[in-house]
């Protein structure tokens, strides 16, 4: 593991190098537009307000309810879903630096990781416009929120990581993520919280992505699960010691599969 564990140090200390990609990426996505990567936070503004409509009847749920609800879910999906879909092509997308240049790998993740907290962020205005029209949550429940994006920042590091090298050795694993995606959605409390679930909703105990999804979004409604906490904490911990493992294992061999 040490092979991994100093790959990812150094990555980590290479910031002049992913940050600078990072921003790059986001301004070329972007240039000569009038908005620039305001854009994204348009896009998804749309989105909240047509879906807030929609679901709001077919729900029967009041919109002051479904907007803050749904803002927070979309912006949190959009940044949790962009970075598991994009990691299986990150080694590959980044062919050309890895062959001509002795970069850590974790360097093109954090690349990765940062585009999409970017544009996270710049969705965080859609949360803020609504919480202020609809009203904030109490400080205790966006502490524990807070917490959960911690713990989902560390559950998506070591993913993509791990999808990273497979999608390098395995190229049919992007097809199926994207092919896996659209159904996740709809298993994840996003249009939805998890206590307008008629009956059984052990499927949801059994989703991952889903349980992660939760601990962020359901604190700001006033629903906080102790046991999501620890799980989703122990899965990072784990999957921190399988990245390291696989990078160890795989890190030389990662030239030449892309």
Known sequence: MRVGLDDIISGVRRRDVWLYFAFSDTRARYARSVLGPWWITLGTAIGVIGLGMVWSSVMKINLSEMLPNLAVGLVIWFFLSGVISESSACYVNQSSLIKNYN???FTHNLRLISKHA??????????????VIYGWPSGTNALWSLLGLLILFANLIWVSVVLSILGARFRDLGASIDALMPILFFLTPILYKKSDILGSSAWLDYNPIAML????????AGEI???SYIIMAAVAIIGWFVAFSILSAKKQKVVFWV
Do not use: Q
């Open 225 to 227: 699960d102790f046991y």
């Open 103 to 105: 970069l850590p790998l």
């Open 118 to 131: 970017i544009n996270f962020l710049h969705n965080l205005a859609i949360v803020f416009v609504v919480f």
């Open 213 to 220: 999804f939760s601990i962020v979004k359901s604190p700001l």
